[in-house]
């Protein structure tokens, strides 16, 4: 499988498109829904005008290796949904619920049905490049993922708020990011080992701390307090 080494290379290569627009959340939940509506979109440049602080995965205009094109198909699937917002202040804290495909399964579909379709090819001595079966398995991840029968995994999680001259912040961590792009970092390590036989079921939502955050009650004028541990 080494020939899928280099498909997925650029995702986490390439750097992060972080462009000025617009803030116009005076909520954590407005920030957090615009965020999932300009996902939706692949208007990168308008989600991240609601994200304060960034450590996940990096892309940008172009579409190396078929970058670009993996990352729209995930992002057209990203449900997040508000469970519980704590503020205190200036902070805050969201556990949500992400729904989103599982590129997990995806990439060990998409491999194993462009692998068998060049198996006869290859056993009459045909030549296929590296290039030709990259484009091939990029085409079938992103056609698989638009399905409505694609794989998807749901998982709970939580994120940091800021508040900043009266708009909301989400801040983002690697863990949380991976969660909303279909745990790519985990089918990138797939992809690297060549092991496309060891998945997590997705039949049962997972729950996973993105942000350290412990939540208490007594804050100034009754509201609920917010610790972020380092």
Excluded at 20 to 43: G, L
Aim: with cysteine; net charge negative; charged share 25%.
């Amino acid at each position: 499988m080494k020939q899928w080494k280099a498909v997925i290379a650029a995702l986490v290569a390439a750097a992060l498109l972080m462009l000025t627009a617009c803030n116009d959340a005076v909520t954590p939940e407005q920030a957090i829904k615009s965020f999932n509506v300009k996902m939706n979109d692949c208007n990168y440049k308008g989600a991240f005008a609601y994200v304060s602080e960034y450590d996940g995965l990096s892309f940008d205009k172009g579409d190396q290796d078929g970058t670009r094109k993996i990352v729209d198909a995930v992002s057209r699937t990203l449900e997040i949904t508000i469970l519980d917002i704590q503020t205190s202040g200036a902070t805050g804290a969201a556990r949500l619920n992400v729904k989103t495909v599982d590129l997990r399964r995806i990439y060990g579909e998409a491999a194993a049905k462009v692998t068998n379709g060049y198996v006869d090819d290859v056993l009459k001595g045909a030549k296929i490049s590296a290039e030709e079966m990259r484009e091939a398995l990029v085409s079938e991840i992103v056609r698989e993922s638009a399905t409505n029968d694609a794989d998807r995994v749901e998982t709970e999680c939580q994120v940091n708020l800021r508040r900043e001259k009266d708009h909301w912040y989400i801040i983002l961590d690697s863990t949380s990011f991976n969660i909303m792009m279909g745990y790519i970092n985990e089918a990138n390590a797939m992809v690297e080992n060549g092991d496309f036989s060891s998945v997590t079921p997705t039949n049962t939502p997972a729950q996973v701390s993105g942000s350290d955050v412990s939540s208490e009650t007594g804050g100034e004028n009754g509201e609920s307090s917010v610790t972020f541990n380092d």
